[in-house]
């Protein structure tokens, strides 16, 4: 292989990988040793760094290849591993994403259907999601945007127990829009709904909610990325009010 070859291969990251170099892949003539409790050995070659590793029992690991001369640590390279692949699943278990859902209604709605649609807004700001509420003109009734402006602040109200006005009302071509922002975190919001799914789970196999949390725990971490990727949520406009003015 030619260098130019060599040079394009290595752009493509093919022959560069994000493991760290350890014991007979680390190519230096000497080393700045860390022993494995955090101390500070010094410079030393890289034969008796490797020599040292022998004796613990454990690798010699490059933790600053950039460094002149490389800073090496003696440490279980398994075991380093090992922790930090759960620290990171731990990290995505916990991480929560703000999903905006979205509600259509209709100035002239239903009685019945508010209640419906107020319900969803309700559930959304339950699992701490924000909640985008678009109201819908159509006709004669572009002229009247005080009848959407009123029921947005109508149900506002409702749910003001749940969250709060974000952004408040405003107009947008034939639409007006108001965003609802849930006064509880994402993270509560998931931490609370593991903790429910124990106590309906003991409550069912008549055993302790710790005890129920414990067993499910690997059941809680694949579905809540589930309910933090979900996609944006769009209930059906209203049609009730068209079809009276049809």
């Known amino acids: 292989m030619s260098v130019r070859q060599a040079d394009a291969w290595c752009y493509r990251g093919g022959s560069i990988s994000a493991e760290p170099r350890i014991n007979e892949r680390i190519r230096v003539p000497e080393v700045r040793l860390v022993g494995p409790s955090g101390e500070q ?26 460094a002149r001369p490389p800073v090496c640590k003696l440490m279980d390279y398994g075991k380093f591993k090992y922790e930090s692949a759960m620290k990171a699943r731990e990290a995505r278990k916990n991480q929560a994403h703000t999903v905006i859902k979205e509600m259509k209604l209709r100035p002239k709605i239903d009685p019945h259907d508010y209640d419906t649609k107020k319900g969803h807004v309700v559930r959304f700001l339950k699992q701490g999601d924000k909640v985008k509420i ?48 849930p006064h509880k975190k994402k993270t509560e919001a998931m931490a609370e709904a593991r903790e429910a799914q124990a106590a309906r789970k003991a409550e069912r196999q008549g055993i302790s909610p710790d005890a129920a949390e414990a067993a499910d725990v690997e059941t809680a971490e694949v579905e809540a990325p589930a309910a933090e990727e979900a996609p944006v949520e769009q209930a059906p406009a209203d049609t009730s009010a068209e079809n009276a003015e049809a």
């Open 41 to 66: 050995v010094g410079i030393v070659p890289l034969a008796k760094a490797l020599e040292l590793a022998q004796e613990y029992d454990l690798d010699l690991v490059e933790v600053a290849a950039n």
């Open 134 to 181: 678009t109201i819908m003109f159509r006709g004669r009734e572009q002229s009247r945007p005080e009848l959407g402006y009123r029921l947005l602040q109508r149900l506002a109200e409702d749910v003001q127990e749940l969250g709060f006005i974000e952004s408040n009302p405003k107009q947008d071509g034939r639409n007006m829009i108001m965003v609802l922002g």
